[in-house]
């Protein structure tokens, strides 16, 4: 048992500070212009996310691991060295293999990141009533909505001086993270085994696949299919917006609202879910993208701007609901590896099938693939979301009361 509040509390308040800056990324809002102006095409540009994923699918559950095994700090601290690192890299990236290195230099350092953040916050509420660590979920996801919001809107100002001078300030904010990660202090929590890795591996799959609860699988796959589906389309706004005839100006304006809209949604993900009940907060998580896809990919102008804001919502809800029915029912021994898991599937879809989707948006258009999307959506709503929401009690929180975390 931890002696007081008051240390949980100034760490928790650390760790919405890191996420804040953690997502303070400059370049973002116009990334896809400045990655055009070196000269690759849309069909590059997904190549390179491929690069990223694929990167993340090598080393996401070793480095889950490793927080497990040596603890979310060291872990934490080597993912933003490399963050830090890779982004001081694209400042100087001129041609795709040098893109390709940046990529895969912070896909590793988010790795090490990648779920040691959300299992830090969680061994600090661990004592706590489970809408403690609701709130607090929805308060780091805010946090880092309003840095990527901030950087959103500075890094529109930046553009408007030239994209180069975007990247090189991202290049020095990247290394704020670190700073503070430096400052982190951790609970004690019950850790795996040292001496049986096949052993620790084997009791993650049976957490996820045997587990007498099957809130816990169909979440899971639930909340990596409705992550993709928010994820696919950040890689087309921009060219989406650009398509649209939007001003340059306004992409960081407009970033900044999107991404604030998934942090104030998320922050009152808890209240919503108290008052809708669980299973309508699910449905609006998969109804949301579909009616972006569709919105979008039939409307032109500002009207198919304005529905690039259903797939903002939807993070915001799913990024604290499903993730918070996952964490809760989770051991702490291996809640690192768990998210690290639920990332790499993430990426591994996205790697497969974004490429592909980047031939599509260059061979047949914007308009078609996103179409194309909404339809893909809507088949994968019956086939993994309708079980999910016959498991889900009605009129309850769908994670239920707070389960046992170590």
């Known amino acids: 048992m931890r002696s007081g509040t008051g240390e949980d509390s100034g760490m928790v308040r650390r760790i919405y500070l890191f996420s804040f800056f953690r997502m ?9 212009p400045y990655f055009l102006q070196l000269g690759v095409s849309m069909h590059e540009v997904f190549q390179l996310q491929a ?12 480095t889950g691991y490793f927080g497990d095994l040596f603890g979310r700090k060291k872990s934490i601290v080597t993912g933003t060295l490399l963050s830090g690192l890779g982004y001081s890299i694209l400042f100087f990236a001129r041609e795709f293999w040098s893109l390709a290195a940046f990529e895969v230099m912070v896909a590793i350092g988010d790795c090490f990141i990648s779920g040691a953040d959300v299992s830090l916050l969680y061994d600090h509420h ?14 780091l996801q805010l946090a880092s909505q309003l840095g990527e919001s901030a950087a959103s809107v500075l890094g529109g100002l930046v553009a408007m001086i030239g994209l180069q001078a975007a990247a090189w300030t991202n290049a020095v904010t990247a290394w704020i993270p670190l700073l503070i990660a430096l400052g982190f202090v951790e609970p004690h929590y019950e850790r795996m085994r040292r001496e049986s890795h096949l052993r620790n591996l084997k009791d993650v799959i049976a957490h996820i696949h045997g587990n007498a609860d099957r809130i816990v699988p169909w979440t899971f796959l639930n909340g990596v299919v409705w992550g993709l589906s928010t994820f696919f389309v950040v ?9 649209q005839g939007v001003p340059l100006a306004w992409f960081g304006v407009l970033w900044a609202a999107l991404n604030l809209s998934t942090g104030l949604v998320g922050k009152r993900a808890t209240a919503l879910e108290m008052w809708m009940g669980s299973r309508a907060l699910f449905t609006a998580v998969m109804v949301l993208p579909i009616l972006g896809y569709l919105g979008m990919g039939t409307l032109g102008g500002w009207a198919g701007v304005a529905f690039s804001i259903c797939f903002y919502l939807s993070r915001g809800l799913n990024g604290v609901i499903l993730k918070d029915a996952l ?3 989770t051991p702490a021994k291996f809640r690192n590896t768990m998210n690290s898991l639920s990332s790499l599937c993430f990426r591994l879809g996205f790697a497969v099938f974004g490429p592909g989707l980047g031939w599509i948006v260059d061979r047949h258009g914007l308009p078609f693939t996103l179409r194309l999307l909404a339809f893909l959506f809507v088949v994968l709503a019956f086939a993994l979301g309708i079980p999910l929401l016959r498991l889900i009690p009605a009129g309850v929180a769908s994670t239920g009361a707070r389960r046992p975390a170590h």
Do not use: C, S
Request: net charge positive; charged share 20%; glycine share 4%.
């Open 24 to 32: 303070f990324l400059v370049l973002i809002p116009v990334a896809v």
């Open 51 to 62: 690069v990223f994923a694929l990167t993340v699918v090598i080393f996401e559950v070793p």
């Open 126 to 139: 661990a004592d706590r009533e489970r809408r403690h660590g609701t709130q607090a979920l929805g308060n």
């Open 235 to 243: 890689w087309m706004l921009q060219k989406y917006w650009r398509d």
């Open 327 to 329: 964490n809760v029912r």
